[in-house]
C-alpha cells in the first residue's frame, strides 16, 4: 500500500500569480513507477495535468505546457507541481497520483482557486 499526503500549497491566488503543489508518499514506495497530477474542475471529468516516471520521463498535457513544471525529489519520495502564469480556467481540485506494481493510490486532493 502507498499512502499519499498532499502537504501543502493550493490556495487562493491572482491569474498570473504562482503555487507550487507538493505531495508525500509513504508506504510501499518501492512499487511506485510514476506519480502525477491530476485535477477535476466542477463538472468535469477529472484530468492527467504532469507525469514523471521514476527514470525522470515526464508527461504534460497540452495546455500547461511552459506553464508548469513537475518535478520529484527521490530521496523525500516527494512529487512537486510548480505552477506558474495561472489562468481561471486552471480553478481544480489537484489530486495527487501514484502509480506502482500494486495499484494505483490518489491523494485527497487540494482546491486550486485563481480568480480574474
Known amino acids: 500500500q502507498v499512502q499519499l499526503v498532499e502537504e501543502s500549497g493550493g490556495g487562493l491566488v491572482q491569474a498570473g500569480g504562482s503555487l507550487r503543489l507538493s505531495c508525500a508518499a509513504s508506504?510501499?514506495?518501492?512499487?511506485?513507477?510514476?506519480m502525477g497530477w491530476y485535477r477535476q474542475a466542477p463538472g468535469k471529468q477529472r484530468e492527467l495535468v504532469a507525469r514523471?516516471?521514476?527514470?525522470?520521463?515526464?508527461i504534460y498535457v497540452d495546455y500547461v505546457k511552459g506553464r508548469f513544471t513537475i518535478s520529484r525529489d527521490n530521496a523525500k519520495n516527494t512529487v512537486y507541481l510548480q505552477m506558474n502564469s495561472l489562468k481561471p480556467e486552471d480553478t481544480a481540485v489537484y489530486y495527487c497520483n501514484a502509480e506502482g506494481t500494486q495499484g494505483t493510490y490518489w491523494g485527497k486532493g487540494t482546491l486550486v482557486t485563481v480568480s480574474s
Open positions: 508506504g510501499s514506495i518501492f512499487s511506485i513507477n510514476a
Open positions: 514523471i516516471t521514476r527514470g525522470g520521463g515526464i
